[in-house]
């Protein structure tokens, strides 16, 4: 063998070696692929609608923005009775000289700040002294003014919106007042601000849990609040017209019992946390358990190294894909063909599951579907309206993951109130497409003024 033959000898082992590292790299990617259990994703994003399939056409990249021939979209301009004031520019006579004068003009609006971003109202109750009793009298003043103090009602509604909606410190709120409205305001009167927005808030907020046991299907998950230190738990009820948020030191059951009570008689959507699997034993409640967190378990078991468990969870996520994959499919299929189909891969699954290996977390994963246990993941099957994940609460409870790392939670009861009442005013409000500043605007002023509560219960027309 001559020297060319022993380099090619050498190349050609190269080749084979670098394939096999390839190959080990490719696994070593797929497993890193981003899902709930190696990123911040919820578990319900682990399920996709199927990929589209784009076609490439022979041409080059778009560039951003408008594209050329698209019909402009521009914002509409304010209408005469929402202009403050207009400033005409006109040229100078000698400028003009030989122009016709047209009744047109070439506008530019533009919103710009006042000077003053506030204003101050003095009043002013007259005092009378009584010359027998030498005691003196002050003419009333409405409610509103003085429950209201130093701060009115919008102000007020202002700092709360600002304090729960876009999640900001009282040092940033001073800042604001401070550097753009030219005002002073300590960090005690804001504190004080939005517990007077937190008492107006009470009786929407107790209106809600009143209805809620009533309601036929509830979502529900729970994470984690810290309280001077210590934890607790922020539940989250999701319903179609609303959510409810409730602060509480368990995790457990009894929760479920206080806010749904023992006579609930909807569906329940939920993970596997054994709080609401205890709650329907002993109350004997519907439940929808969240099929992104079973496809959770089961990608689990797909990377386990004993080859029997990993084949099993592998069979079983197929199922699933077919199952998802004929879901979105659901406005294709004819209603009897859908539910048709969604039977056949239902009971694949299901005979499959029932089969497991001889191995104890497969087995502790089939006991979930045994007997009439397995209608509790296929609830969505038979009651259109019901959700076969739990991602809809998962999104409502973001914006209280995202204010507890902000403020690093709260220091008492009376900021855990504050804290279920404005989250769920914000969810409930924008759920419903209301103007959230508006709705604790007004709860303020009719709980200044004892007059009828706003409502959080959605009206239909």
């Known amino acids: 063998m001559d020297a060319k033959d022993l380099i090619i000898e050498k190349q050609a082992a190269e080749i084979k070696m670098l394939k096999e590292v390839i190959k080990q790299l490719e696994e070593k990617i797929a497993q890193l692929e981003k899902n709930s259990n190696n990123s911040s994703k919820p578990p319900s994003s682990d399920i996709v609608k199927p990929k589209k399939t784009v076609v490439k056409v022979g041409r080059r990249k778009r560039k951003r923005g408008g594209q050329y021939g698209h019909r402009k979209f521009s914002r509409r301009p304010?209408?005469?009775?929402?202009?403050?004031?207009?400033?005409?520019?006109?040229?100078?006579?000698?400028?003009?000289?030989?122009?016709?004068?047209?009744?047109?003009?070439f506008i530019i609006q533009q919103i710009e700040l006042p000077e003053k971003m506030y204003k101050v109202i003095e009043h002013r109750a007259r005092k009378y002294l009584d010359p027998v009793t030498q005691k003196t009298h002050i003419a009333p003043m409405p409610d509103a003014i003085r429950k209201g103090g130093l701060l009115g009602a919008d102000v007020t509604a202002s700092i709360a919106f600002m304090k729960g909606s876009c999640h900001m410190s009282y040092t940033t709120i001073q800042q604001?007042?401070?550097q753009l409205m030219k005002l002073k305001v300590s960090r005690g009167m804001l504190c004080k601000a939005t517990q007077k927005v937190s008492a107006s808030l009470q009786p929407s907020y107790e209106q809600l849990a009143r209805r809620l046991p009533d309601e036929s299907k509830v979502n529900a998950d729970e994470t984690g609040h810290h309280d001077n230190g210590d934890l607790c738990w922020t539940w989250c009820f999701d319903t179609s017209d609303y959510s409810l948020f409730k602060i509480d030191k368990s995790r457990g059951c009894k929760v479920l019992e206080e806010m749904l009570g023992k006579d609930f008689t909807g569906i329940i959507g939920a993970d596997y946390w054994g709080a609401y699997r205890k709650y329907a034993r002993l109350f004997d409640v519907r439940m929808q358990y969240c099929m992104a967190h079973l496809i959770r378990d089961i990608r689990f078991l797909t990377e386990h190294k004993v080859k029997k468990l990993s084949r099993w969870g592998s069979e079983l996520l197929e199922w699933l894909k077919k199952l998802f994959d004929t879901l979105h499919r659901r406005d294709k299929l004819t209603a009897k063909g859908f539910i048709r189909s969604m039977?056949?891969?239902?009971?694949?699954?299901?005979?499959?599951?029932?089969?497991?290996?001889?191995h104890k977390l497969a087995k502790k994963l089939a006991r979930r579907f045994k007997g009439r246990a397995a209608e509790n993941y296929f609830r969505f099957l038979s009651v259109p309206e019901v959700e076969p994940?739990?991602?809809g609460t998962e999104r409502q409870i973001r914006p209280?993951?995202?204010?507890?790392?902000?403020?690093?939670?709260?220091?008492?009861?009376?900021?855990?109130?504050?804290?279920?009442?404005?989250?769920?005013?914000?969810?409930?409000?924008?759920?419903?497409?209301?103007?959230?500043?508006?709705?604790?605007?007004?709860?303020?002023i009719a709980h200044w003024s004892n007059k009828k509560y706003p409502s959080l219960i959605y009206q239909k027309l």
């Open 78 to 105: 304010f209408e005469p009775e929402q202009v403050d004031e207009v400033i005409e520019y006109e040229l100078k006579d000698k400028d003009a000289k030989g122009l016709k004068r047209l009744d047109e003009w």
């Open 400 to 444: 209280v993951v995202i204010d507890r790392r902000i403020t690093q939670g709260t220091r008492g009861d009376a900021g855990m109130r504050w804290c279920e009442r404005i989250w769920t005013t914000i969810a409930t409000c924008k759920k419903q497409q209301r103007n959230v500043f508006d709705f604790i605007h007004e709860t303020v």
């Open 343 to 358: 039977e056949r891969i239902k009971a694949g699954f299901l005979k499959r599951m029932r089969r497991p290996p001889d």
């Open 176 to 178: 604001f007042f401070g």
């Open 389 to 391: 994940t739990n991602n």
